[in-house]
């Protein structure tokens, strides 16, 4: 059974920080391209940074550019998002999806119909 499952998120102060999990089962992960998308409230998603397989390239919105890192342990089988200097722009749910096409990590796809699989998510509040 092909899962993936986030975790990590929570509530937190501006400029805080938060590191995202994605935990991958059931497929090969090290040999797919992997993405975070978020979605705040009453708003439509947004791609928010990717990464390939090997975890040697990554591709960064503009809004989290400098400070927010993905990376992927694939020996664990895991995906990261390191998230520093959190604003309260950044509150949503981030979900984590995988794709075994490059054109996904030349893309900024974020709806889950763009992906192979997608998590369920999880909640980022960021709020003083």
């Known amino acids: 059974q092909v899962q993936l499952v986030e975790s990590g998120g929570g509530l937190v102060q501006p400029g805080g920080s938060l590191r995202l999990s994605c935990a991958a089962s059931?497929?090969?992960?090290?040999?797919?391209?992997m993405s975070w998308v978020r979605q705040a409230p009453g708003k439509g998603p947004e791609w928010v940074s990717n990464i390939n397989s090997n975890g040697g390239s990554t591709k960064y919105a503009d809004s989290v550019k400098g400070r927010f890192i993905i990376s992927r342990d694939n020996a664990k089988n895991t995906l990261y998002l390191q998230m520093n200097s959190l604003k309260p722009e950044d509150t949503g749910l981030y979900y984590c999806?995988?794709?075994?096409?490059?054109?996904?990590?030349?893309?900024?796809?974020?709806?889950?119909?763009?992906?192979?699989?997608w998590g369920q998510g999880t909640q980022v509040t960021v709020s003083s």
């Open positions: 059931g497929f090969s992960f090290s040999t797919y391209f």
């Open positions: 999806g995988g794709c075994w096409n490059a054109r996904c990590f030349f893309s900024r796809f974020s709806r889950k119909s763009d992906y192979e699989y």
